[in-house]
């Protein structure tokens, strides 16, 4: 899909929190569907000041550039397929490449592999 500019997985294990933060570019919505959604406890986003409870099959659309935080309270792991997409419809025609041209620039961004790298998770299969 060429609208999509990252794909993953995002696993939160129970009982974790991700403290508050913000998104530092506005070039991209952040989509979430939930894949395994633990219903032991509340699992959940607070975006801008807005509560969402993820739902297996269901997903969210946000922009990351609002505080948002992440709660899963119960005994198992929340698992969301976790997808950045760039803004195109919402921007004038003529600053859909430039989005793109910074969106690439800040993938390869030295700073930014080092983080992904950190995240990775060694799996199991």
């Given at each position: 899909?060429p ?13 974790k ?10 070039g991209?919505?952040?989509y979430?569907l939930?894949?395994?959604?633990p219903d032991?406890a509340?699992v959940y ?6 509560e969402?409870h993820?739902r297996?099959?269901e997903g ?6 609002y505080?948002?935080?992440v709660?899963n309270?119960?005994?198992?792991p929340r ?11 919402d921007l004038p ?5 430039v989005?793109r041209?910074v969106?690439?620039m ?6 930014l592999r080092?983080?992904a790298?950190r995240a990775?998770v060694a799996?199991d299969v």
């Amino acid at each position: 899909l060429p609208e999509v500019d990252t794909a993953m997985l995002s696993i939160l294990s129970a009982g974790k929190h991700i403290p508050a933060h913000r998104g530092f570019y506005k070039g991209v919505y952040r989509y979430h569907l939930g894949l395994v959604v633990p219903d032991d406890a509340p699992v959940y986003i607070i975006c801008g000041g807005q509560e969402y409870h993820w739902r297996e099959g269901e997903g969210v659309l946000f922009d990351d550039t609002y505080q948002h935080e992440v709660w899963n309270k119960s005994s198992q792991p929340r698992i969301v397929l976790f997808l950045n997409i760039l803004r195109h419809a919402d921007l004038p025609p003529w600053l859909r490449p430039v989005n793109r041209l910074v969106r690439s620039m800040i993938r390869r961004s030295p700073k930014l592999r080092r983080a992904a790298k950190r995240a990775e998770v060694a799996m199991d299969v």
